[in-house]
């Protein structure tokens, strides 16, 4: 496969992404495979990251390299600008997950974040994020996307089923009339009951339970 590799142009204009909506991991926690998870508003990586990187930079010292797998970028560009700095931007195919992001700083080193696809539903993306961001996490950013995948299945089979239900009355109250009722209590089972024996025949005796004692 070969990246689509974009070239800066002064007649361009692209304007900066508001706000990202990023999750991190708590600051001191133990090393996870993912430090945390970013959800962009769209696969323009040149007009997402500066937005991403600008508030990164404080809290992992400044970006200096970035690099993704090209599958999910139609366009990898050669670098961006942040802040004043230019920040390189590079991109593995086989080496590296392609719902991943690795950025290196000066200071602190390699981080790794789950790229949540821009059109993930707001639920999914919630879950991801949380996912991605836990100390403990020990899966890789596609098993949270397959995770997240079979989740949504599993809620939309739910929702299917109920609709069925809903369709067919099962939420309808059923008329008393028609509820099965218990079976009749004769006088002689009265007297078994209140003996201690359990009267034969009824539904709660054992196929094997012995005979009860004459009275």
């Known amino acids: 496969m070969t990246a689509t590799i974009s070239l800066p142009s002064m007649f361009e204009d692209r304007s900066p992404s ?24 769209s696969r323009d990586l040149e007009a997402e990251l500066p937005s991403l ?26 670098k961006v600008s942040v802040a004043g700095h230019v920040v390189k931007v590079g991109w593995f195919l086989t080496e590296q997950d392609p719902h991943e992001m690795l950025l290196l700083s000066y200071r602190v080193g390699r981080w790794n974040l789950l790229v949540v696809p821009p059109q993930t539903t707001p639920g999914s993306a919630t879950w ?11 899966s890789t950013a596609s098993r949270l996307m397959e995770e997240a995948t079979f989740l949504r299945t599993v809620a939309e089979t ?10 067919e009355g099962g939420h309808m109250v059923r008329d008393p009339v028609s509820r099965p009722r218990n079976p009749a209590v004769t006088a002689d089972e009265r007297i078994l009951t209140v003996a201690g024996v359990t009267p034969v025949g009824r539904p709660d005796v054992p196929a094997d339970a012995p005979d009860p004692p004459p009275i």
């Open 18 to 41: 508001p706000y990202p909506r990023l999750s991190l991991a708590p600051v001191g926690s133990a090393p996870a495979l993912l430090d945390g998870a970013w959800w962009p508003r």
């Open 53 to 78: 990187l600008a508030v990164l930079d404080p809290l992992w010292g400044r970006i200096t390299r970035v690099a993704v797998n090209p599958v999910h970028w139609p366009t990898v560009p050669r």
């Open 128 to 138: 991801l994020m949380a996912a991605a961001s836990d100390p403990l996490g020990m």
């Open 158 to 167: 739910d929702r299917a089923v109920e609709a069925v239900w809903d369709s």
